[in-house]
């Protein structure tokens, strides 16, 4: 009797795990730094300016090593470009597990697209543009944070209301003979 209890007290242990834990157990805790024990959405919202701060970084030093026009030339560009393709493939889980935790709410997963594309599309405008100024590459690198922001606090407000009910089928139409 006793023999098989390991397997009941190891099947009451997984099931008592939330899906959210179970889908961010291989999370790097250095995209997430503060949610990687929470939901999924907590994390990707944590990782989407996490991850683009660490990129900015990078090609703030690439830029300070060969300057705003040089820091693409040749392999210059090399780290931003390695940093970007890495946080791609790292952010894939909290936002898969974000949008599993939202598939009630539509609109949250819209705005959870939403996000991630902004996310790429600011992290592609990483690179200076030919004849930007310093000051210029500056102001529009930072942008994205309001963005982030915004998509961030309407996503954490959808998540706060209930999900509206399913609309309840209507009986079918009786047929007039």
């Not at 179970?22 to 503060?34: F, G, H």
């Not at 990687?36 to 970084?57: K, N, W």
């Not at 697209?113 to 405008?125: G, H, Q």
């Not at 030919?130 to 500056?138: F, I, L, R, S, W």
Request: with cysteine; glycine share 6%.
């Amino acid at each position: 009797m006793y023999r098989y209890a390991w397997v009941i007290v190891l099947f009451a242990a997984a099931s008592a795990l939330s899906p959210s834990a179970l889908a961010l157990d291989k999370v790097d805790p250095y995209i997430c730094p503060t949610q990687t024990q929470g939901s999924g959405i907590d994390c990707f919202l944590e990782a989407v300016p996490q991850t683009y701060t660490m990129c900015r970084h990078i090609k703030s030093i690439e830029i300070i090593e060969f300057g705003l026009a040089g820091a693409q030339e040749g392999v210059h560009g090399a780290k931003t470009e390695y940093c970007i393709d890495k946080h791609k493939l790292l952010i894939v889980r909290p936002y898969q597990a974000a949008l599993r935790e939202s598939a009630r709410k539509k609109e949250m997963v819209a705005g959870l697209r939403k996000l991630y594309d902004a996310w790429l599309d600011s992290l592609i405008k990483l690179v200076p543009g030919p004849g930007e100024t310093d000051e210029a590459y500056k102001q529009r690198v930072v942008r994205p944070y309001a963005e982030f922001n915004d998509e961030i606090h309407a996503i954490r407000t959808l998540a706060t209301t209930p999900a509206a009910p399913a609309p309840k089928a209507s009986p079918p139409a009786k047929k007039k003979k």
